[in-house]
């Protein structure tokens, strides 16, 4: 029922909370804050769904617990993004503005924590995939830029790839030597090293 909806993000490293999505038709959710006393660090210290309504809010701000601009939250509620290792990262949340909406029901907080689940997997998943990447850009800089020859070959002993180095110590192209055979290499001893494993009498320097 709430119109009003939004996800933020932890960002450890500058201490600050962003908000990555948000529907708002108060247009008072901050883009970016300091972590800090809000709402959203109050649901993950609670690492559970966190409900509250205007009277309660007021109550929260006076122990302390919570430090909020003046909001005209009627009823809010968040749910803790938390993922595989235990860590809340964030939190997805919505608000009531007008009095006369109807109160959250036990099922749309059920719904909310489910939302928050497969949010924190997506989130996590799609984090993976971004270091994965990024782990791989890495080494395919080291391995294109290595000063040494290098190649990869699958169990029967095919070419499945090879950096700039190895192809100018060949002195032939990429495109011909990925999916030949070692033993086929045009230099018979250099085929026979790389299948013994002992090339270092032959990668030097390339012409």
């Known amino acids: 029922p709430a119109k009003n909806f939004y996800l933020t993000l932890l960002d450890e490293n500058a201490g600050q909370l962003d908000v990555v ?46 430090l909020v601009r003046q909001v005209n939250y009627n009823k809010w509620a968040g749910a803790p993004l938390i993922d595989s290792t235990g860590k809340a990262f964030g939190a997805v949340a919505l608000f009531l503005v007008a009095e006369e909406e109807q109160p959250l029901s036990s099922e749309d907080l059920d719904t909310l924590s489910i ?25 395919r800089l080291i391995f294109e830029h290595a000063p040494m020859g290098l190649l990869f070959f699958d169990p029967k002993g095919a070419i499945i790839a090879c950096n700039e180095y ?27 090293a790389v299948q013994t494993g002992d090339t270092r009498g032959f990668f030097k320097d390339p012409p």
Do not use: H, W
């Open 21 to 66: 999505y948000c529907a708002d038709e108060t247009n008072t959710v901050p883009k970016r804050r300091p972590v800090g006393k809000g709402l959203t660090d109050y649901v993950n210290g609670q690492r559970r769904v966190v409900y509250v309504t205007a009277a309660e809010l007021a109550r929260l701000r006076e122990s302390g617990a919570v």
């Open 115 to 139: 939302v928050a689940a497969q949010v924190s997997m997506a989130i996590e998943r799609r984090q993976a995939e971004a270091r994965l990447r990024e782990s791989e850009a890495r080494y």
């Open 166 to 192: 190895f192809v100018q110590i060949i002195g032939s192209s990429r495109q011909s030597l990925v999916g030949l055979n070692m033993l086929d290499l045009p230099d018979k001893q250099l085929a026979a």
